[in-house]
Nanobody, 115 residues
């Protein structure tokens, strides 16, 4: 069964860090472009970071310099290291995989940044 399972979310104070993980049960994981999206209450889902099969990354402007996306193809896992978190980063974070017309979403993990 094709699926993505996120973990690592939680409650953190402003300025804190979290490492999100996304474990993928995907044949040919290394071929997929992997991404993290987020959706805050009342807002549209937005792309946070993306990493291609070759390791090329891109980030939404608001997280540049604070978040880092990476992947371990030996573990079929993609990570999002989030540092210097702000209250505006509060959202449900979703893992996404895309390749050759196939799109898979995880169920999300909640990140709450609050003092």
């Amino acid at each position: 069964q094709v699926r993505l399972v996120e973990s690592g979310g939680g409650l953190v104070q402003p300025g804190g860090s979290l490492r999100l993980s996304c474990a993928a049960s995907l044949l040919g994981f290394s071929l997929y472009t992997m991404a993290w999206y987020r959706q805050a209450p009342g807002k549209q889902r937005e792309l946070v970071a993306r990493i291609t099969m070759s390791g090329t990354t891109n980030y939404t402007e608001s997280v540049k310099g604070r978040f880092t996306i990476s992947r371990d193809n030996t573990k079929n896992t993609v990570y999002l290291q989030t540092n210097s978190l702000k209250p505006d980063d509060t959202a449900v974070y979703y893992c996404n995989a895309e390749w050759a017309g196939t799109v898979v979403w995880g169920r999300g993990t909640q990140v709450t940044v609050s003092s």
